[in-house]
């Protein structure tokens, strides 16, 4: 049983829009109370659905990932241009943000009186994430976290860069040992992967009425309106996420790959479309996995690592929006960020991108730690909160199109090496 193509994107296309439509009507008409308390649920419900099948199987697809590439060194090359490929987007997405921050200067034009309601609006809000990011371990702790103490307490928690490392060294030491005791191990989790693949397909079904359900509470709750006062903000973002998909993304599928674009996108449309309504890519990423298998031809070998990886450490959306974010703050304090600030932008949001967790809202705490870099006021989060939550869904799926675009990308440089050793 494979997942719909067309009849599933237009499914959850068709519950996206009657969400946003019911979520404008319920703003206007007062009854936000009914969606957030009768309707929210049903999004809620999609969303832990899909969470519950993230850790077996991410850890279970890993695994057997990494031990079916059989040699150490194969783990090694695949692994490198993986890790190389989301770096070097994640950088350049931010350098297309800093540039468009920098040529439009959105924080120019918040008047005075808007920018004191916001900061008085959402300043409570600001005060816990800043406290929550300043909380968080130095840099050389961060890397000594990803060792799991206890791996099952790692995966009962969630704590997905654990979990890849403990799945990575697992599936290397099976393809250390003979293969008649690694054999039956594999077998094991090949059946766990499948289970996990079948239980997608089941909560699939469901899918148009979470998406509805999650639009609608998300729209009704903060109301179009919220992007009023932040429009240019907000546009500079979103214009910089279609650009990076468009340069970066296209070009790189066009040079690596034969797949045609109109393909690659019409391919991953049901992953986008989850990605957009949940604002994760943890949460997409069962389904993402299943796209890049099913309709782009990535074999499970490359996806089955890849896109686990992806799910993890590329960010690309969220570091695009996050060097708009510390530009925009600036303009709004009266700062010029100097050459040396900016670049050390693209550094900090670069490497606080990795390891960032794939779920809502978590851009906000990883901004947090960009601003504090570069001297930014921290309290100028509290002029962004209002729309993160919107943008939050066009950067999450701008993330999963970037896992997908590098799942293709090393699929055809590995079977372009193939045949040339053939």
């Given at each position: 049983?494979?997942l719909?193509?067309?009849?599933?994107?237009?499914?959850?296309?068709?519950?996206?829009?009657?969400?946003v439509?019911?979520?404008?009507?319920?703003?206007?008409?007062?009854?936000?109370?009914?969606?957030?308390?009768?309707?929210?649920?049903?999004?809620?419900?999609?969303?832990?659905?899909?969470?519950?099948?993230?850790?077996?199987?991410?850890?279970?697809?890993?695994?057997?990932?990494?031990?079916?590439?059989?040699d150490?060194r194969k783990?090694?090359?695949?692994?490198?241009?993986?890790?190389?490929f989301?770096?070097?987007?994640?950088?350049?997405?931010?350098?297309?943000?800093?540039?468009?921050?920098?040529?439009?200067?959105?924080?120019?034009?918040?008047?005075?009186?808007?920018?004191?309601?916001?900061?008085v609006?959402?300043?409570?809000?600001?005060?816990?994430?800043?406290?929550?990011a300043?909380?968080?371990?130095?840099?050389?702790?961060?890397?000594?976290n990803?060792?799991?103490?206890?791996?099952?307490?790692?995966?009962?928690?969630?704590?997905?860069?654990?979990?890849?490392?403990?799945?990575?060294?697992?599936?290397?030491?099976?393809?250390?040992?003979?293969?008649?005791?690694?054999?039956?191990?594999?077998?094991?989790?090949?059946?766990?992967?499948?289970?996990?693949?079948?239980?997608?397909?089941?909560i699939?079904?469901?899918?148009?009425?979470?998406?509805?359900?999650?639009?609608?509470?998300?729209?009704?709750?903060?109301?179009?309106?919220?992007?009023?006062?932040?429009?240019?903000?907000?546009?500079v973002?979103?214009i910089?996420?279609?650009?990076?998909?468009?340069?970066?993304?296209?070009?790189?599928?066009?040079?690596?790959t034969?797949?045609k674009?109109?393909?690659?996108?019409?391919?991953?449309?049901?992953?986008?479309?989850?990605?957009?309504?949940?604002?994760?890519?943890?949460?997409?990423?069962?389904?993402?996995?299943?796209c890049?298998?099913?309709?782009?031809?990535?074999?499970?070998?490359?996806?089955?690592?890849?896109?686990?990886?992806?799910?993890?450490?590329?960010?690309?959306?969220?570091?695009?929006?996050?060097?708009?974010a510390?530009?925009?703050?600036?303009?709004?304090?009266?700062?010029?960020?100097t050459?040396?600030?900016?670049?050390?932008?693209?550094?900090?949001?670069?490497?606080?991108?990795?390891?960032?967790a794939?779920?809502?809202?978590?851009?906000?705490?990883?901004?947090?730690m960009?601003?504090?870099?570069?001297?930014?006021?921290?309290?100028?989060?509290?002029?962004?909160?209002?729309?993160?939550?919107?943008?939050?869904?066009?950067?999450?799926?701008?993330?999963?199109?970037?896992?997908?675009?590098?799942?293709?990308?090393?699929?055809?440089?590995?079977?372009?090496?193939?045949?040339?050793?053939?």
């Open positions: 049983m494979k719909p193509k067309i009849e599933l994107y237009t499914k959850i296309l068709i519950g996206l829009i009657l969400g439509i019911v979520g404008i009507i319920g703003n206007k008409i007062g009854i936000v109370p009914f969606l957030v308390v009768y309707v929210k649920p049903f999004g809620t419900a999609f969303i832990r659905l899909i969470s519950m099948i993230v850790v077996p199987l991410v850890f279970a697809s890993l695994l057997i990932g990494t031990a079916s590439l059989d150490v783990l090694g090359r695949i692994g490198g241009k993986t890790v190389f989301y770096l070097c987007t994640t950088a350049f997405a931010i350098i297309i943000g800093l540039f468009l921050a920098n040529l439009m200067k959105p924080g120019e034009g918040l008047s005075k009186e808007t920018q004191e309601q916001l900061l609006n959402y300043g409570n809000e600001a005060a816990l994430k800043i406290d929550s300043l909380n968080k371990p130095s840099l050389g702790n961060t890397i000594l990803i060792i799991p103490k206890n791996p099952i307490k790692s995966m009962a928690d969630g704590a997905m860069l654990q979990i890849i490392f403990f799945a990575l060294i697992f599936g290397i030491a099976l393809t250390l040992i003979p293969k008649d005791k690694s054999g039956p191990v594999i077998q094991f989790f090949e059946g766990v992967n499948e289970a996990m693949i079948q239980i997608v397909h089941i699939m079904i469901f899918a148009p009425y979470g998406v509805f359900a999650l639009i609608a509470a998300i729209i009704g709750e903060f109301g179009i309106g919220i992007l009023g006062p932040l429009l240019k903000y907000s546009f973002v979103i910089g996420l279609v650009l990076h998909i468009i340069i970066t993304y296209t070009t790189l599928i066009k040079i690596f034969n797949i674009l109109r393909d690659f996108f019409k391919g991953i449309r049901p992953a986008q479309l989850i990605a957009f309504s949940s604002s994760s890519s943890s949460a997409a990423l069962p389904v993402t996995m299943e890049a298998e099913n309709n782009l031809g990535v074999s499970k070998e490359v996806s089955s690592f890849i896109l686990p990886l992806g799910a993890t450490i590329n960010m690309d959306g969220t570091a695009l929006y996050q060097g708009v510390a530009v925009f703050i600036a303009q709004v304090f009266g700062m010029d960020l050459i040396s600030q900016q670049l050390t932008i693209v550094l900090t949001a670069t490497l606080a991108s990795i390891g960032a794939g779920v809502p809202g978590v851009g906000m705490i990883t901004l947090t960009v601003l504090k870099t570069v001297g930014i006021p921290l309290e100028g989060i509290a002029l962004i909160l209002g729309v993160d939550r919107i943008l939050d869904m066009c950067r999450s799926m701008v993330n999963i199109t970037g896992d997908s675009t590098c799942a293709v990308v090393i699929a055809s440089m590995e079977k372009k090496r193939i045949n040339n050793e053939q």
